[in-house]
């Protein structure tokens, strides 16, 4: 895949298996039914087929999990997946990449435990290799912006004061920020706090962007030719934007449109590399674009990588060639970043 892609993404026909149309239009049908009129969700029925899975300290998949509680007045936790394959023999510890990931869902959906997400964070410790920690931060509308930030932080601050809880093969000298979807905006908006204030021992070193949620008052090229589009609309984002943000704002909001009129200055900040995907049918693919030339602009190191044939959120269904290339994809990223390090050490 081309690093720097031109600006429009090719108009190749969508073409997917039976069972991948089949498990989009029954995501699509049950969460439209979940989107109140009022600005609510129906948090009842969402629950009920959102397949939830408990963590398996047996290895899965060459993967063990398990829970750890940050401030159960908020109901803030993580889900640890560390691969089996890291376990130490004649006390010789491998150190491993520790990977921090937000999930998607528009800010108001899903969680580690769901059963995607489970998945995806099993086969990102398995294939990296890395130990990953899945953030359960609190959802909209029931808490909006900036609850969604301070969570994912103080999850970054509690390890970084209780690096205990993590494997000794856990290295947060290297650590890496993930995320898609309104994941990719969390894990963004995340380093950015971690870039204004010191943390003791983690140290982030790159950023996996997948997909991520940005947005703006303007309508986009592909958003208005890509009305039809799998999962994600113009009504859809709408709505997740207008219950997320705070009461009285706008999409050109810093936080949505990143690059826009209201962007915060990074150019003095130490951002970390970043890798940001995007799809050739993703209607958000123009305000990614804009996110990696942002970051090239504010003079920091970022890498575009597209997949014109497919759609937002395209990865967590396995069965695309894509999805396995993805992983690929970022497991080089992870490797480089990691190989820069140790140079510089």
């Keep these: 895949m081309a690093s720097t892609p031109p600006s429009n993404i090719s108009n190749s026909k969508l073409i997917l298996p039976f069972k991948t149309r089949f498990s989009i239009s029954l995501l699509s049908t049950l969460s439209s039914f979940c989107r109140r009129s009022d600005d609510t969700i129906n948090r009842r029925l ?12 047996n290895p899965v998949h060459a993967v063990s999990s398990s829970d750890v509680l940050v ?14 394959s890291s376990s130490s023999s004649h ?14 869902g528009g800010f108001s959906f899903m969680s580690p435990a769901s059963f995607a997400y489970d998945a995806v964070c099993r086969l990102f410790s398995r294939s990296f290799p890395a130990v990953v920690v899945s ?9 909006r912006y900036p609850c969604q930030y301070d969570d994912g932080f103080d999850v970054v601050k509690f390890l970084d004061g209780n690096g205990d809880v993590l494997p000794k ?8 920020f993930a995320g898609d979807s309104a994941g990719g905006n969390i894990a963004h908006h995340v380093a950015l706090r971690v870039c204004q204030q010191r943390l003791q021992t983690v140290k982030v070193i790159g950023l996996i962007s997948i997909q991520p949620f940005f947005g703006g008052e303007e309508r986009t090229e592909s958003e208005t ?22 009461d009285g704002s706008n999409r050109d909001h810093e936080v949505t449109n990143v690059s826009g009129p209201n962007a ?27 996110y990696y030339e942002w970051l090239r602009k504010s003079g920091k190191e970022a890498q575009l990588i597209e997949y014109p044939s497919m759609f937002h959120a395209f990865y967590i269904f396995p069965e695309l060639p894509e999805s396995a290339l993805l992983i690929s994809e970022v497991k080089d990223f992870i490797t480089n970043q990691m190989r820069k390090e140790r140079m510089t050490e």
């Design 46 to 57: 969402f629950n009920f087929i959102d397949r939830k899975l408990p963590p398996n300290p």
């Design 71 to 84: 401030d159960p007045t908020r109901d803030l936790w993580f889900r640890l997946f560390v691969p089996s």
């Design 91 to 104: 006390h010789t510890i491998t150190k491993l990449p520790l990977v921090v990931f937000f999930h998607g």
């Design 135 to 143: 953030v359960n931060y609190r959802l909209s509308p029931e808490h």
């Design 169 to 176: 093969v856990a290295d947060l000298s290297k650590c890496f």
């Design 225 to 246: 030719r890509l009305k039809g589009a799998p999962l994600v609309t113009l009504d859809i984002t709408d709505w997740h934007w207008k219950v997320f943000l705070p």
């Design 264 to 290: 915060v200055d990074i150019s003095s900040l130490d951002y970390p590399s970043t890798l940001v995907i995007r799809a050739g049918y993703d209607p958000l693919q123009d305000w990614q674009r804009r």
